[in-house]
Nanobody, 117 residues
Framework: QVQLVESGGGLVQAGGSLRLSCAAS????????MGWYRQAPGKQRDLVAR???????NYADSVKGRFTISRDNAKNTLYLQMNGLKPEDTAVYYC???????????WGQGTQVTVSS
């Protein structure tokens, strides 16, 4: 199996930046894609950004041009660089890995991001 551990959340003022990290361990070879989701209180968990093994990325419309997803395969680490943060970006951010020919989703424990106005 795969284990995911996030870090890098925190409190930031509107307009500021944060970088989230997600360290993956275990059966790394089985990963097809990795991504970040977020869940605000009372709302569903939504995709923020995803990157495939081939380097193809996709982003939620609300973060395009502000957030950048990347992977360091040598370190088995996924990143999310978040710039121009807005109060509506406040949420728990979850690292996600899709395994075994896109059949299994693995989740990290989540990291809180709070953007103050």
């Amino acid at each position: 199996q795969v284990q995911l551990v996030e870090s890098g959340g925190g409190l930031v003022q509107a307009g500021g930046s944060l970088r989230l990290s997600c360290a993956a361990s275990g059966s790394i070879f089985s990963i097809n894609a990795m991504g970040w989701y977020r869940q605000a209180p009372g709302k569903q968990r939504d995709l923020v950004a995803r990157i495939t093994n081939g380097g193809i990325t996709n982003y939620a419309d609300s973060v395009k041009g502000r957030f950048t997803i990347s992977r360091d395969n040598a370190k088995n680490t996924l990143y999310l660089q978040m710039n121009g943060l807005k109060p509506e970006d406040t949420a728990v951010y979850y690292c996600n890995a899709i395994l075994n020919n896109w059949t299994i989703h693995i989740w990290g424990q989540g990291t809180q991001v709070t953007v103050s106005s």
